[in-house]
């Protein structure tokens, strides 16, 4: 079945721990994205990439890192320099990423703090 | 003033009645208006999508935007206990990479 795998489901950080969320598609899509959900709000985008090796700070990327070494894989790295990382973590990708394009969402990862 | 507005709810309605879901937004760049579908801790999925004003209908879903207020509607038909879940609208504007702004999302319990 094609979609979306993000790892693990739970996880929890440390004080000044950096912590790695997998994603994976075998979609054969072009673009992947990360959004962060909190309680109350929107989908807010940390993160995007159109193209392997190239990728775009969205509306809230400080604090968070990204690679893009393979087209089916967008890990993202939440480090200590984010103070407030507790949310619900979802990838998703889309064919080419142009506009109006469906996004396909994995099933999340709750980030919690210790 | 926040670019896309949602009321969050909860909204609470039995079997079978017509659901109404609303979202104002404040960017008139706004070109595509899209409404996701997420069921509790999972990842949402595309319900919908209109381009520009007007309606558009699937099924027991009709979507429709009026660019002039800027008020997006998500209206569900005959609702279904399996509706119950809470709806994002998302719109985006036409500027290289899809970018959607996603609203708070209004949470949708439908009682059998």
């Known amino acids: 079945d094609g979609g979306i795998t993000q790892s693990p489901k739970y996880l929890f950080r440390k004080e000044g721990q950096n912590v790695t969320l997998s994603c994976e598609q075998n979609?054969?899509?072009?673009?992947m994205y990360w959004y962060r959900q909190d309680p109350g709000q929107g989908l807010r985008l940390i993160y995007y990439?159109?193209?392997?090796?190239?990728?775009q700070k969205g509306d809230i990327a400080e604090g968070y890192s990204v690679s893009r070494e393979k087209k089916e894989s967008f890990p993202l790295t939440v480090t200590s320099a984010q103070k407030n990382p507790t949310a619900f973590y979802l990838c998703?990708?889309?064919?080419?990423?142009?506009?109006?394009?469906?996004?396909?969402f994995g099933s999340g990862t709750q980030l919690s703090v210790l | 003033q926040k670019e896309v507005e949602q009321d969050p709810g909860p909204l609470s309605v039995p079997e079978g009645a017509i659901v109404s879901l609303n979202c104002t937004y404040s960017?008139?760049?706004?070109?595509?208006f899209m409404w996701y579908r997420q069921y509790s801790r999972k990842g949402p999925e595309l319900l919908m999508y209109?381009?520009?004003?007007g309606n558009k209908e699937d099924g027991r879903f009709t979507a429709q935007v009026d660019k002039s207020s800027k008020y997006i509607s998500l209206f569900i038909r005959d609702s279904q206990p399996s509706d119950s879940a809470t709806y994002l609208c998302?719109?985006?504007?036409?500027?290289?990479?899809?970018?959607?702004?996603f609203g708070q999302g209004t949470r949708l319990t439908i009682n059998p």
């Open positions: 998703a990708s889309s064919n080419t990423g142009g506009v109006g394009e469906k996004l396909f």
């Open positions: 979609l054969n899509h072009d673009a």
């Open positions: 990439s159109q193209i392997v090796n190239d990728f």
């Open positions: 960017n008139s760049a706004f070109q595509y």
């Open positions: 209109t381009y520009s004003s």
């Open positions: 998302a719109p985006t504007i036409i500027q290289g990479a899809q970018k959607l702004v």
